[in-house]
């Protein structure tokens, strides 16, 4: 977890793809982010963007409803990227940015 004034960024626990395919690999990614978070004094509802990276775009639908659960009405700036991981065998990587409340 990074912060820098009310500004916090986290990313969440990468997937391996031999850990489930029955899961949506966003479930498993977002404890992670909310362990960073919280460190960082915040929380989901603080969260002003989340970025979804994947090497493979079929991975993503899955993700969605648990996008929604996770962050309800918050609705957060959301990018989902296609892209090559450090790890071939990782599935997905979720980055999150959070703005604190000022003290």
């Known amino acids: ?5 009310t ?3 986290a990313t969440g626990q990468p997937i391996i793809r031999s850990q489930s395919r029955r899961t949506s690999p966003g479930r498993r990614a977002f404890p992670g982010c909310r ?3 919280a460190e960082a004094e915040c929380a989901f509802a603080d969260v002003v963007r989340v970025r ?7 991975d993503f639908e899955p993700c969605w409803p648990v996008l929604r659960r996770v962050f309800g009405g918050v609705r957060p700036a959301a990018t ?8 071939p ?12 409340p000022a003290a």
């Open 35 to 37: 362990a960073a978070s």
């Open 52 to 58: 979804c990276l994947l090497p493979d775009r079929a």
């Open 80 to 87: 989902m990227l296609v892209c090559g991981l450090s790890d």
């Open 89 to 100: 065998r990782m599935k997905i990587e979720i980055e999150v940015d959070a703005r604190r």
């Open 7 to 9: 500004t916090s960024a």
């Open 1 to 5: 977890m990074r912060v820098i004034g």
